[in-house]
């Protein structure tokens, strides 16, 4: 009895802990953050892991799951108290929290990409969306001439992905980051992400990005860049996707533009059918042939990996954007539509 109300009291202290980084944190000025933190312990952080973790070439995710489980099973045969088990997986969950807040996670309180841009200041508007949609189909349809002969699209490999890096970089210095390092996206089995409606991930306990392979090639070029947007210390969701559409464009080659229109254009048509679903049915009708096909072909994709859990995968992820200080929860995905937005109608 003794030894479990020590237990208790260590896994108290653990706790307390992991509170302070996720309600201490808030009152932080974003300068300071900045300052301190994103320019200053994230990027030893980031060099430290791309200097060695970085090297392996393969994922640790696998193998760090299985040691895991390894570690409770070894824990339970030897005690046999589910209360040891409890505390101890208290104490490993307050430690994931207090390396996440040290290795990455204080980004969300850093500077956001609002406030280094000239936003617009209202909601958009339906004109003004189905303006933008015209608009994408316009660049698309010149895109499709220039890729047709790339038609099916392989699968992204090392060298593309050095291709959107960069890009990933210049486009970030230009939004006034400071991006060190060298991450690595890797693949893991088909239907992992997937099966959770995710299309990838970034892990900061490991400095590692992730992206399902069985996500579709056209979509593959839009989640690398998204996924090293967060690898190099950019939180928001809505955030790392309008910097992954600005590094596929900025990187001039037609079939990462292509994935970054035909996103912008899913996500400009989500909005429509938002805020007027029977207009949206009439823009969806007259689509090109050729995207039409792109739709149902993602489409089809997905639909190999049925969701598992999808309201509880959404509360969840909705309540961790929130306590990270993302009011709009997973709605900031869409968030891409106003940087866009404000991206041309402010002179960018």
């Known amino acids: 009895m003794k030894d479990i109300k020590n237990e208790a009291r260590i896994s108290l202290i653990y706790l307390m802990v992991a509170a302070l980084f996720v309600f201490g944190s808030r009152g932080i000025a974003s300068d300071i953050v900045e300052r301190y933190y ?21 994922s640790l995710f696998s193998l760090v799951l299985a040691l895991l489980l390894i570690r409770l099973m070894v824990i339970w045969k030897k005690s046999r108290s589910l209360w040891r088990i409890f505390y101890l997986l208290i104490r490993f969950l307050a430690v994931l929290v207090i390396l996440f807040y040290v290795l990455w996670g204080m980004n969300y309180r850093r500077i956001p990409l609002q406030e280094r841009m000239v936003m617009i200041q209202e909601a958009p508007k339906l004109l003004t969306l189905e303006q933008y949609a015209d608009y994408e189909l316009v660049l698309l349809d010149s895109l499709n001439d220039q890729i047709s002969d790339m038609r099916p699209w392989k699968s992204i490999e090392k060298s593309d992905q050095d291709v959107l890096k960069n890009s990933v970089r210049r486009v970030l210095y230009v939004l006034g980051y400071q991006p060190v390092g060298n991450p690595r996206i890797r693949s893991l089995p088909r239907g992992w992400f997937l099966s959770f409606s995710t299309s990838g991930m ?44 600005l590094a596929c464009i900025e990187s001039q080659h037609p079939k990462y533009s292509y994935s970054a229109h035909l996103t912008i254009l899913r996500y400009l048509l989500h909005d429509i059918y938002r805020l007027d679903k029977q207009r949206y049915t009439h823009i969806k009708a007259r689509l090109p042939t050729f995207i039409q096909t792109d739709f149902e072909s993602i489409r089809q994709n997905n639909l190999q990996y049925p969701d598992l859990l999808p309201k509880w995968r959404d509360a969840i992820y909705s309540r961790y954007l929130r306590a990270q200080g993302i009011s709009s929860g997973l709605r900031d995905y869409n968030a891409v539509v106003k940087y866009y937005l404000s991206w041309h109608l402010t002179g960018r």
């Open 202 to 245: 970034y892990n900061p306990l490991l400095g590692e990005g992730y992206i399902d392979s069985g996500v579709h090639p056209l979509q593959q070029a839009f989640v690398t860049a998204h996924e090293l947007a967060h690898a190099f210390g950019v939180t928001g969701e809505g955030e790392a996707n309008f910097i992954a559409f």
């Open 38 to 58: 994103s320019q200053g312990l994230f990027r030893v952080g980031r060099m430290t892991f791309d200097h060695t973790l970085g090297y392996l070439p393969f």
